[in-house]
């Protein structure tokens, strides 16, 4: 199996994880563009899943196998859904790169519009007010009863992302888009006053939790490689940058909200206004600065497509190059609602 060593894995496995018997069986689940994930099982069917950085040269703080562990471990603690943290491995010597294990947890990721067609329309509701609840929930952990409040620096968080996703878009950028450089001279003019201080995940959104599409549960909050410490109202406004208002088109590619039965984006603002108490008249700003940052992400995976880094010949590069436009043009757009 691509990126697993059978042998040293499965002996690890037996030696470090309860209950789980060998033989076992390695299979690859699909979707995402960096850390691998696998899904385990044992020769008595038990069903784990494991996760480690992707194949080749890259940058150990972006892929932290054991800061993602820390954090789930920290959270199963809270009332915000994680998978149970089983195990970690940071000898190299067993897989080539570190990795940790964690407890596989039912549920469908909602990563298009079709996939909404897996909830029923009152369902569709319920799972948008319970993602909602859910980053509540995660703004509203103490940081330090949980042992993470070394995670990171606290304050300055909009300050210290404005400053990293330009080096970024320095470094990956494949032509000169002016729209990037002014959103940021915008965006670094208008930097509002950080309300607090909480866990923000960094890509929080439907198709980055598992739902229960009977009830429209969500039933774990995934993928933490970007999350950090700082602003909460970052993690709403990039939800924002996803979400589709009924009869405002089909929507992102990646993300249910443009089917039918979903509310509007400004109704999920008020909840979780209603839910934190927290002050969203310049949500706008925090949108912005998502679209912002995505456009650079967007960039990046682009650059390294045409660069022939990913090993994949026939995806349609045009339309990643133009989610780069859209999305600094989307930025632009939102910033014109945000006050100098």
Not at 127 to 149: K, M, P, Q, T
Not at 290 to 301: D, F, H
Not at 312 to 323: E, I, M
Request: hydrophobic share 40%; proline share 5%.
């Amino acid at each position: 199996m691509l990126g697993i060593d059978n042998v040293r894995v499965s002996r690890w496995l037996a030696d470090n994880i309860e209950k789980l018997e060998p033989p076992f069986e390695f299979f690859p689940i699909e979707g995402g563009r960096s850390n691998l994930t696998y899904r385990v099982v044992d020769s008595a069917g038990s069903t784990v899943v494991l996760r480690r950085p992707p194949l080749g040269h890259v940058l150990a703080t972006a892929h932290d196998m054991a800061r993602e562990h820390k954090i789930i471990s920290a959270l199963g603690k809270t009332a915000v859904p994680v998978p149970q943290a089983l195990g970690l491995c940071v000898d190299e010597s067993v897989n080539g790169a570190p990795f940790y294990v964690m407890s596989f947890v039912e549920g469908a990721v909602l990563d298009s519009p079709a996939s909404a067609e897996q909830l029923t329309v009152q369902a569709r509701l319920t799972a948008s007010e319970c993602l909602i609840d859910v980053l509540a929930e995660l703004h509203r952990v103490d940081i330090d009863a949980i042992g993470l409040g070394d995670l990171a620096k606290r304050s300055g968080y909009i300050e210290r992302q404005l400053k990293r996703w330009s080096t970024q878009w320095n470094q990956s950028k494949t032509r000169e888009f002016p729209a990037v450089e002014l959103a940021e001279q915008l965006l670094r003019s208008r930097i509002p006053e950080q309300q607090g201080v909480s866990i923000a995940h960094g890509d929080y959104r439907f198709g980055n939790c598992l739902t229960d599409v009977s009830n429209g549960q969500i039933t774990a909050v995934l993928d933490w490689e970007l999350c950090t410490l700082g602003d909460p109202l970052a993690d709403l406004g990039h939800l924002g940058v996803y979400w589709t208002d009924p009869g405002a088109g089909p929507g992102r590619h990646n993300d249910p909200t443009g089917a039918p039965g979903f509310p509007t984006y400004d109704e999920i603002v008020q909840r979780y206004a209603a839910r934190t108490g927290r002050d969203l008249s310049n949500i706008a700003y925090y949108r912005a600065f998502a679209a912002w940052r995505l456009a650079i992400v967007s960039e990046g995976v682009y650059a390294r497509y045409l660069h022939g880094a990913m090993g994949d010949n026939d995806l349609d590069l045009s339309a990643l190059k133009q989610g780069t436009e859209d999305l600094a043009t989307s930025a632009l757009e939102s910033l014109g609602g945000v006050a100098q």
